[in-house]
């Protein structure tokens, strides 16, 4: 009997796949911490035969190099991949047996050139389900811009390769063949994907606005170019380490869960130059954190958010967080290539405190309170993705996306008081954490956001 199951991760909006027949299952697009595919393997009595990978992926790191180690699958790429580690690369059209159903490899270049869709086909041979990786979404389809550079090849030359991928691939599949993407909503690798996670090539031809039948090459490639943000710097990195192979996540796990007092803490950071990352509760740490230390709290959109504004994958840093959460923590960052982290803070902040340490805060203020404010705040800043601040914005604000934060901090009043706010607070309070560490202290942090301030009596546009 067959079984297809999706195990889906909220933070990075992803789609692994565990797909069982008979005596035997493979992997698709695994995440990096292994263990679970691997004890559901042996829960189910199977072996793992293939780790499947649909593409190089920039987003996060895949757990194919360590699955393969630990189960002796080997790793199936399509047509055109390049690891340096021993692979299996498909040819077009190539079939692999798993107990009594096929997966064939249908190569679909354009997100990137060795992007490959697996197609599975029942005991009967029926065409069943595609596993699209970043080739089609629901609702949308790959951004043409990740890619590894291929020769001259232009963004919109990728774009032109997936308008004949799509349409001669896979548009042609019966309507009810199920279509399993690698990414839903909140992923970068698209723009207009739908929140559910699973659909049919029917739906999509109908819905999706890059499968229009009438659609022509040249307005495919403008449609599908177009309002695309730049990419987060992480991502580069990630493809690097998913086509060369990385460290182990237990000897990052190993490394990460080393307990520091606040005296190992300084010393660790005056030697490494490391960064102190705080992921607690936004509240906890407007009231009370380590100075210069950056909030980017767990319980929200935490890994894609360390990818696109810590820099350098290789970034030292020591953690601040709720303890029992440090392997959680180590692990999602892991998930998307920041594997240095040195340790953690014992005991969490209370420790600090106890020890006597020097802190600092973020002041907060009610939306509520902002029209008192507006006449007297020399600036308003709005730190929302450019759709949201186009939806509706304060007359009074000035718009930086948190995203190039760091660019805009010249434009910020060094006197006077000024005002941050996000959506719904999330993304304002990292905002605060950046500005504190840059030597902003003349601000205050909006509660409740956007979806509070629209709600009172104030100018808006």
Request: charged share 25%; net charge negative; hydrophobic share 40%.
């Amino acid at each position: 009997m067959m079984n297809i199951e999706q195990i889906y991760t909220g933070c990075l909006a992803q789609g692994a796949y565990y797909i069982r027949s008979g005596k035997e299952a493979v992997i698709i697009d695994p995440l990096r911490e292994v263990q679970p595919y691997l004890d559901r393997a042996k829960a189910d009595g199977v072996e793992i035969k293939y780790v499947f990978e649909t593409h190089f992926h920039a987003d996060f790191v895949s757990g194919h190099v360590t699955l393969s180690k630990a189960t002796g699958a080997p790793i199936v790429y399509g047509p055109l991949a390049n690891p340096t580690f021993d692979a299996i690369i498909a040819t077009d059209g190539q079939e692999f047996k798993v107990g009594d159903i096929t997966i064939v490899a249908i190569h679909t270049p354009g997100h990137t050139m060795e992007s490959t869709t697996y197609l599975l086909r029942n005991e009967q041979g029926k065409d069943h389900a595609i596993f699209s990786g970043d080739t089609l979404f629901l609702g949308d389809v790959g951004r043409p811009d990740l890619a590894q550079k291929v020769g001259d090849l232009t963004i919109e030359d990728l774009a032109g390769h997936l308008y004949t991928s799509l349409r001669t691939k896979l548009m042609p599949l019966a309507d009810e063949v199920l279509v399993y993407p690698a990414h839903g909503a909140g992923s970068a690798c698209g723009k207009n994907m739908s929140s559910e996670t699973v659909g049919t090539i029917g739906e999509q031809k109908k819905y999706n606005y890059a499968l229009r039948q009438n659609m022509t090459r040249e307005e495919f490639i403008t449609e599908v170019t177009d309002g695309l943000l730049a990419p987060p710097s992480y991502f580069p990195a990630n493809v690097k380490l998913n086509r060369e192979g990385y460290e182990d996540i237990d000897e990052v796990l190993t490394r990460g869960t080393r307990a520091l007092s606040p005296d190992e803490l300084e010393s660790v950071v005056n030697e490494t130059g490391a960064l102190v990352l705080d992921v607690r509760g936004r509240e906890e740490f407007a009231k009370a954190h380590i100075p210069r230390s950056i909030f980017i709290g767990i319980d929200g959109g935490f890994a894609p958010w360390v990818g696109a504004l810590v820099k350098d994958v290789h970034q030292p840093m020591i953690l601040v967080v709720e303890p029992g959460r440090e392997e959680e923590v180590i692990t999602r960052l892991a998930r998307v290539g920041f594997d240095q982290t040195l340790g953690y803070l014992k005991g969490g902040f209370e420790a600090w405190e106890k020890a006597g340490k020097e802190s600092d805060s973020v002041g907060i203020i009610d939306a509520a309170q902002v029209p008192g404010v507006l006449a007297k705040a020399e600036t308003i800043v709005d730190v929302r993705k450019p759709a949201e601040w186009g939806s509706g914005h304060l007359e009074a604000a000035k718009h930086m996306p948190l995203s190039d934060l760091n660019a805009h901090l010249k434009d910020l009043p060094k006197e006077g008081s000024f005002y941050v706010h996000c959506q719904s607070g999330y993304r304002s309070m990292i905002a605060s954490s950046i500005l504190k560490a840059r030597g902003f202290h003349n601000f205050k942090d909006v509660r409740g956001g956007w979806k509070a301030i629209k709600e009172l009596p104030v100018a808006t546009a």
